[in-house]
């Protein structure tokens, strides 16, 4: 497991260390800096730069040369470096010093963007035996869904304390734990080989047709349940990371609710998790998980950040502000500071 992710000069971070748990809640105002701690992790865990984020360059902070990263990784110092260089804007190494994070063979690094695929009559099916996550859209959730079938994934089981109604099969699971965020949910699939194409279906209706909320909700679900399973079966798999981005987008607040807890259960089965979320309802769903006792609050790792803007938006005078917020064990806060989800109160107060 990581244990802690130290960004020096890394776009908004002058010099910034978190300590991670198993449940890792990024929260705070908008360009913040939430993102960049995922940005930092998967690059970390790629060495290289995702696709659509453009060039090295980028991330260093507006008034440095170069980056550090850095993480502590099952004991080990994990580091790269690169810096600005001319018409070369791929990663530079220092042998002795660097080396990027590998995690064991067969472990499971997940990326899910808050950009995903809402409700498409059709997804891209791949039919490849190779598929081990959902895609950051939830591109490859049919191709996922169906390799439930297979002998690989059938033989996996639901750990015990994600299963709803003492079910163990996997696609059941996912299927009651739809229905717990959504009531009255019943998903089904579809796959056209010939054409490569796979479908879902919502209640025997198309997705354009029950909106946005399951389409983005299905691919956590179901990339929680099934790695939570090969985790909890070590000859499957080592160690599971998944980066999340707004795990809430378009879900009922009780579905949000519901949505921190199942993180929280599938974090004390052993998966790594790390949320950008700004929702209250789902952080309170992890604090209940902690009150109940499914997960202990050393478990849970929960930052605030604050941006660093004065009057110009375009130029960051000041290093981000980041502060660590502890739950205790009955779920409560030992601070609660301006800005950390209090709107509510605040718009309560005005209308008392």
């Known amino acids: 497991m990581i244990?802690?992710?130290?960004?020096?000069?890394?776009?908004?971070?002058?010099?910034?260390?978190?300590?991670l748990g198993s449940l890792n809640i990024l929260t705070g105002l908008n360009s913040s800096g939430k993102s960049s701690v995922i940005q930092a992790l998967r690059l970390l865990c790629d060495h290289t730069s995702p696709e659509e984020m453009g060039a090295l360059r980028d991330y260093i902070r507006h008034?440095?040369?170069?980056?550090?990263?850095?993480?502590?990784?099952?004991?080990?110092?994990?580091?790269?470096?690169?810096?600005?260089?001319?018409?070369?804007?791929?990663?530079?190494?220092?042998?002795?010093?660097?080396?990027?994070?590998?995690?064991?063979a067969r472990s499971i690094v997940s990326?899910?963007?808050?950009?995903?695929?809402?409700?498409?009559?059709?997804?891209?099916?791949?039919?490849?035996?190779?598929?081990?996550?959902?895609?950051?859209?939830?591109?490859?959730?049919?191709?996922?869904?169906?390799?439930?079938?297979?002998?690989k994934f059938g033989q996996l089981k639901t750990p015990e304390v994600l299963s709803v109604d003492n079910e163990t099969g996997l696609r059941q699971s996912i299927q009651a734990w739809m229905r717990k965020i959504a009531p009255g949910i019943d998903l089904d699939y579809k796959t056209y080989d010939q054409a490569d194409l796979g479908s879902l279906v919502w209640n025997n209706y198309r997705p354009v047709h029950v909106g946005f909320g399951l389409?983005?909700?299905?691919?956590?679900?179901?990339?929680?349940?099934?790695?939570?399973?090969?985790?909890?079966?070590r000859n499957v798999t080592p160690y599971v990371l998944i980066m999340i981005e707004n795990p809430e987008a378009h879900l009922h607040?009780?579905?949000?609710t519901m949505m921190g807890k199942l993180l929280a259960l599938a974090a004390?089965?052993?998966?790594?998790?790390?949320?950008?979320?700004?929702?209250?309802?789902?952080?309170?769903?992890?604090?209940?998980?902690?009150?109940?006792?499914?997960?202990?609050?050393?478990?849970?790792?929960?930052?605030?950040?604050?941006?660093?803007?004065?009057?110009?938006?375009?130029?960051?005078?000041?290093?981000?502000?980041?502060?660590?917020?502890?739950?205790?064990?009955?779920?409560?806060?030992?601070?609660?500071?301006?800005?950390?989800?209090?709107?509510t109160e605040k718009s309560l107060l005005q209308l008392l």
């Not at 009559?121 to 297979?150: A, Q, S």
């Not at 660590?324 to 950390?340: L, N």
Request: proline letters at 6%.
């Open 215 to 233: 389409s983005y909700t299905l691919p956590i679900v179901a990339s929680v349940l099934v790695h939570s399973a090969q985790l909890m079966s």
């Open 63 to 104: 008034d440095a040369e170069q980056t550090n990263l850095s993480c502590q990784y099952n004991g080990n110092n994990k580091l790269i470096h690169f810096g600005r260089k001319e018409k070369r804007n791929d990663l530079l190494r220092d042998s002795i010093t660097s080396s990027p994070m590998v995690p064991p």
């Open 253 to 256: 607040p009780s579905g949000q």
């Open 111 to 151: 990326y899910i963007s808050a950009d995903r695929y809402g409700p498409r009559t059709t997804l891209p099916l791949f039919i490849d035996d190779d598929v081990k996550t959902v895609g950051p859209k939830g591109e490859h959730l049919v191709d996922f869904l169906h390799y439930l079938e297979n002998d």
């Open 268 to 343: 004390a089965c052993g998966i790594q998790i790390v949320v950008e979320t700004h929702s209250d309802h789902f952080f309170n769903g992890v604090r209940l998980a902690v009150k109940n006792q499914a997960l202990s609050p050393e478990q849970v790792a929960c930052y605030f950040f604050k941006n660093s803007y004065k009057t110009n938006a375009y130029q960051q005078q000041d290093p981000a502000q980041v502060e660590r917020i502890y739950i205790d064990r009955h779920g409560m806060m030992d601070d609660w500071p301006e800005g950390f989800f209090d709107e």
């Open 3 to 19: 244990t802690s992710l130290s960004m020096n000069n890394f776009k908004a971070f002058e010099d910034e260390t978190l300590d």
